[in-house]
């Protein structure tokens, strides 16, 4: 080989070394920026949770706090909150959405829709909903019916 082609061949060989390690360092700090948004783990307690007024087609339906939202390593749009709803209200109308959902009564009484099947709920009752499946709440009783969620959708 000529020294020509040995210096070419060097040249080459350090741009392409260059370049992996530019692309390394680049996929090191997206994951380092992945991790930085992901929610942290740790515990949150009930006085540290304001509850805001929700409100249903600007009208009122209960008051909503929010624990955690964001992204964790093994879900993206994960949230979990609590919702007191008022009496005889529903938070909004049977919906769906492509989250999966888990809701814990926790007080009160009331109705759960899910997937056409409607079961009278009180303290203790648990409903889970796979992505995309018509669900909803509605208070039955005199006083507030609360609950607490958790929805997100799987990484893929």
């Given amino acids: 080989?000529?020294?020509?082609?040995s210096k070419w061949l060097t040249a080459v060989?350090?741009?392409l070394v260059l370049g992996l390690a530019g692309g390394w360092w680049?996929?090191?700090?997206?994951?380092?920026?992945?991790?930085?948004?992901?929610?942290?783990?740790k515990t949150i307690k009930l006085a540290e949770v304001g509850l805001k007024e929700f409100q249903w087609e600007g009208k009122p339906t209960g008051q909503v706090g929010i624990y955690f939202a964001?992204?964790?390593p093994t879900s993206r749009e994960f949230v979990t909150g609590r919702f007191v709803l008022r009496p005889g209200l529903e938070p909004h109308p049977i919906h769906q959405h492509p989250e999966?959902?888990?809701?814990?009564?926790?007080?009160?009484?009331?109705e759960?829709?899910?997937?056409g099947?409607?079961?009278?709920v009180t303290a203790g009752s648990v409903m889970y909903t796979a992505p995309n499946v018509p669900h909803g709440i509605r208070n039955t009783g005199q006083n507030p019916?609360?609950?607490y969620f958790v929805k997100w959708i799987g990484r893929k």
Avoid at 26 to 41: H, V, Y
């Fill in 1 to 5: 080989m000529s020294q020509r082609h």
């Fill in 112 to 115: 759960i829709s899910c997937d």
């Fill in 100 to 110: 999966e959902e888990i809701l814990i009564v926790t007080a009160g009484e009331g």
């Fill in 145 to 147: 019916l609360e609950f």
């Fill in 26 to 41: 680049q996929r090191e700090q997206t994951f380092a920026q992945e991790r930085e948004k992901l929610l942290q783990s």
């Fill in 13 to 15: 060989l350090g741009l």
């Fill in 70 to 72: 964001g992204n964790t």
């Fill in 117 to 120: 099947q409607i079961t009278r």
